[in-house]
């Protein structure tokens, strides 16, 4: 009833920039925090950034100064600028959101990710 759909991902140069895209749709109530996260090859899926409701942020060390989240709550959507990409930015990245669909029922729901691979 929830899907988070992912977009912008794709090949690029080292030092390149990439903005991904997600977009909730479905019974939603309202969406708390978001977030992205991501899977290197071979590796454990890690925390890239959230943003709350309000626009707070957080973000792993190995992204800060180089990759900014952002919302429109109106679209429904997280944004993931990533800027000065490095080769170890590579990965599958997924998207995250808490989403309430009805007033007292929350969940967490995932996109299927989206490949981002930085060659150098």
């Known amino acids: 009833q929830v899907q988070l759909v992912e977009s912008g991902g794709g090949l690029v140069h080292a030092w390149g920039s990439l903005r991904l895209s997600c977009t909730a749709s479905g019974i939603i109530f309202s969406i708390n925090d978001m977030g992205w996260y991501r899977q290197p090859p071979g590796k454990q899926r890690e925390l890239v950034a959230t943003i709350t409701t309000g626009g707070s942020t957080n973000y792993a060390d190995s992204v800060k100064g180089r990759f900014t989240i952002s919302r429109d709550n109106a679209k429904k959507t997280v944004y993931l600028q990533m800027n000065s990409l490095k080769p170890e930015d590579t990965a599958v990245y997924y998207c995250?959101?808490?989403?309430?669909?009805?007033?007292?029922?929350?969940?967490?729901?995932w996109g299927k990710g989206t490949q981002v691979t930085v060659s150098s």
């Open positions: 995250y959101a808490d989403i309430t669909q009805w007033p007292g029922r929350s969940s967490g729901y």
